[in-house]
């Protein structure tokens, strides 16, 4: 084992655990949980694994002057851990902001349905899923999958905007407000998948 190897192994550790979180996170929000408390409580433990990543990075870089193949692993994992984490953040934005559409939400309640969410949701799922399975297993074919899938999102983000310009109700504004976080989650995903695309091609 070469003296670097620990290091990375420390950095791979904490990505995992941060993957976990994510996966926890993407778990209740498919099941229509959007617990605000649950959701900040894993978002600030996703945060603190983000920063350990980064002070890891930091030390390792300046103690062992990895290779470039190391190097390109080790900014990557630092992308993958900030973009995970804002995947954390944004979920928690939308919890906050459904708590206080709460009564509005409210199951049962047939007039205010976020049908552009909920058909932007699971694709959003399926980007952040893929893109922590193409960091361990780098695919050029899974890579451009997530790429068209961020595609699909921005038709739904159009879509929710053009729903609110002709109908602005308190519903499509919450729809779209949502779209727009879900958005961003897809846009994180799809920068890493691109940064893992040059990896591959270098």
Not at 52 to 71: F, K
Not at 94 to 102: A, D, L
Not at 117 to 143: A, G, H, R, Y
Not at 165 to 191: K, N, P, Q
Request: with cysteine.
């Amino acid at each position: 084992m070469r003296p670097i190897d620990r290091a990375l192994n420390q950095i791979n550790e904490e990505l995992n655990n941060i993957m976990s979180i994510v996966l926890r996170i993407a778990k209740m929000v498919v099941e229509g949980n959007w617990d605000y408390v649950e959701i900040r409580k894993l978002s600030g433990e996703a945060m603190k694994i983000k920063d350990n990543i980064r002070e890891v990075v930091i030390r390792t870089i300046a103690r062992y002057q990895p290779t470039a193949s190391d190097l390109y692993w080790i900014f990557n994992a630092y992308e993958m851990s900030y973009g995970l984490y804002r995947f954390t953040r944004y979920a928690l934005d939308i919890s906050r902001m459904f708590s206080y559409f709460k009564d509005t939400l409210e199951e049962g309640n047939s007039k205010c349905v976020l049908n552009i969410s909920k058909n932007t949701l699971p694709i959003v799922i399926d980007m952040i899923t893929l893109t922590m399975d193409v960091f361990n297993k780098p695919n050029k074919n899974t890579i451009e999958r997530i790429i068209d899938l961020e595609k699909n999102v921005d038709e739904l983000y159009r879509e929710a905007i053009e729903k609110t310009h002709t109908s602005a109700h308190i519903c499509s504004c919450i729809d779209l407000v949502t779209v727009i976080f879900l958005e961003r989650m897809a846009d994180h995903g799809s920068y890493i998948a691109q940064k893992l695309m040059e990896t591959i091609k270098s």
